[in-house]
């Protein structure tokens, strides 16, 4: 298990963006598949957008042109850039290393208002 620790998190306008990291406690980062999920209030997780040891990346269809992840593989690190917030994106983020059956975040809340 790796110790994934998030930031970014806040209270944003409608239409405005937040940026939100996630440091990993140790490596090998490189080899980790990395991912942010969210969870609505009262609706389950879903994944928000994944990327690869090769940096391939994948987005969920509700995010898709207005969030961007990335890594920095020197750093232990991810990002999502999430631009053109809506209120349907107010959720706890958490950030995940190695699929649904790796190691998760302790979750930062985004709020977005109208």
């Known amino acids: 298990q790796v110790q994934l620790v998030e930031s970014g998190g806040g209270l944003v306008q409608a239409g405005g963006s937040l940026r939100l990291s996630c440091v990993a406690s140790r490596g090998p980062f490189s080899a980790f598949a990395m991912g942010w999920f969210r969870q609505p209030p009262g609706k389950e997780r879903e994944l928000v957008a994944s990327i690869s040891p090769t940096r391939t990346t994948h987005y969920g269809d509700a995010v898709k042109g207005r969030f961007t992840i990335s890594r920095d593989n020197a750093k232990n690190a991810v990002y999502l850039q999430m631009n053109s917030l809506n209120r349907e994106d107010t959720a706890v983020y958490y950030c995940?290393?190695?699929?649904?059956?790796?190691?998760w975040g302790q979750g930062t809340q985004v709020t977005v208002s109208s």
């Open positions: 995940n290393a190695g699929g649904e059956s790796g190691s």
